[in-house]
């Protein structure tokens, strides 16, 4: 990629690259804020390495606290899903990863699809800036959103009808408690990319859009998922 000093003076001005990571989504994070793991933590080691600057790690139980992070100007880089609420804040990559958003429901339910709750009477939890909190605000027409620190917490608290979230920690939330259920199919794919703030230079965004393509076609980002032992899907090419 060529002399790649002014793209790390650009998009690490202190000399470090600092990273915010999100270990509220154990699909791209996991561990502690001391020893985080997961495929965000290997992307923003690369990206580290491409610029030969360390890396520091800002870690955070939420999205939105990440996406704080990266527009308060505490970090240099994040690890999001697009939505167009934060598209004006934030410069995206093209998505390396793609998750499923589902609901959960009791198995009482009467719905059998996620098209069957966007309804007057039916409440979903959901994680407080999340993605799918995002995408459902923009989409839902009839359906009331409850918000709370964790979509099922809030579930189970307020005896809702829904709870929404990612599949693979709502799937376990299933196995562990009986008498609930995942609805078949998805209501939203999450398209988690690597993003800056708008102002870093062309060059930069550049940079980062090109090396996301790379590992995604080397198989980098594979092997990232497979070692943490996460199933979620390598993005198609740009």
């Known amino acids: 990629?060529?002399?790649?000093?002014?793209?790390?003076?650009?998009?690490?001005?202190?000399?470090?690259?600092?990273?915010?990571?999100?270990?509220g989504n154990p699909v791209l994070a996991h561990g502690t804020p001391?020893?985080?793991?997961?495929?965000?933590v290997d992307l923003a080691r690369e990206?580290?390495?491409r610029l030969a600057v360390p890396v520091a790690f800002a870690c955070f139980d939420a999205a939105r606290k990440s996406f704080e992070a990266l527009t308060s100007g505490a970090a240099d880089l994040g690890f999001l899903a697009i939505e167009p609420a934060r598209a004006a804040q934030v410069t995206f990559t093209a998505p390396y990863v793609l998750i499923e958003g589902v609901y959960v429901v009791p198995d009482g339910s009467p719905f059998a699809s996620?098209?069957?709750?966007?309804r007057p009477d039916v409440r979903i939890g959901v994680k407080q800036g999340s993605a799918y909190d995002l995408y459902l605000t923009r989409t839902l027409q009839h359906a009331t959103i409850v918000r709370g620190e964790d979509g099922l917490t809030a579930f189970e608290d307020g005896g809702l009808e829904v709870a929404a979230g990612i599949r693979q920690p709502l799937t376990a939330y299933v196995t562990a408690h009986p008498g609930t259920r995942v609805l078949p199919g998805r209501f939203m794919e999450i398209r988690q990319a690597v993003?800056?703030?708008?102002?870093?230079?062309?060059?930069?965004?550049?940079?980062?859009?090109?090396?996301?393509?790379?590992?995604?076609?080397?198989?980098?980002?594979?092997?990232?998922?497979?070692?943490?032992?996460?199933?979620a899907t390598v993005a198609a090419p740009a």
């Open 47 to 49: 990206v580290a390495a």
């Open 34 to 40: 001391a020893e985080p793991g997961g495929i965000t």
């Open 195 to 231: 993003c800056t703030t708008p102002d870093r230079r062309p060059e930069t965004v550049a940079f980062l859009h090109d090396l996301v393509e790379e590992l995604k076609a080397t198989g980098f980002v594979a092997e990232a998922l497979r070692r943490a032992k996460q199933d």
């Open 1 to 23: 990629m060529g002399d790649l000093s002014a793209v790390a003076a650009d998009l690490a001005p202190t000399g470090t690259l600092r990273a915010s990571i999100n270990l």
């Open 114 to 118: 996620p098209d069957d709750v966007d």
